[in-house]
Every structure is written in C-alpha cells, then in structure tokens.
C-alpha cells in the first residue's frame, strides 16, 4: 500500500471536533477518488480511525467515522473496476 498522510491529517481533525472530519474527509475524497490506491489507503485509514474511536470509547467519533466509511467503500465497489477493484478488494480484506 501507498504511504499517505491521511492518518495524521485525520488524527489533527480529530482534536478540532466532528466537523473538522467531515471537512478533512470531504476534502480528502474529492480530491483522491478517481486514483484508485489512494481511495483505497483512505478507506483503510477510516477503518483504523472506526476502531480507534471505538476502543476508546468515543462512540460519536466512530459512528461518524464509520459513515464515511461505508460511503467511501460503497463509492470504491460501484467505481473501480477489474484490476483496480482486485486491488481494492486485497488491500481491505
């Protein structure tokens, strides 16, 4: 996988509040959508920041997370097509 720094720009998001995700996700997936091994490392990324929040009890944090998780995936299945989507599915199994 790619390195990015989607992690970290995530985890600054998370100090200034809800809306600061929803701004840094936003951002990030106009931006990387149409290059499928960096849609790719964001959604791995959400899944880490779910888990995150989850494990730490910050429930608010994870549910959003996991919304624009499942937006992002469900973007990247009804986009990306053969070897793309094979690198998809590898790289999130």
């Given amino acids: 996988m790619i390195q990015t720094t989607f992690y970290q720009d995530f985890s600054i998001a998370d100090r200034f509040g809800l809306a600061a ?3 840094t996700y936003y951002r990030a997936f106009r931006e990387w959508r149409s290059d499928y ?4 490392a964001l959604v791995i990324t959400l899944n880490w920041k779910i888990w995150e929040h989850y ?3 910050r429930n608010v944090y994870a549910r959003l997370y996991d919304k624009l998780w499942r937006e992002s995936d469900q973007y990247a299945l ?3 097509k053969g070897d793309e989507l094979a690198y998809y599915i590898a790289e999130t199994d």
């Fill in 37 to 40: 091994k960096y849609l790719t």
């Fill in 55 to 57: 494990e730490a009890g």
């Fill in 78 to 80: 009804d986009h990306l």
């Fill in 21 to 23: 995700v929803r701004g």
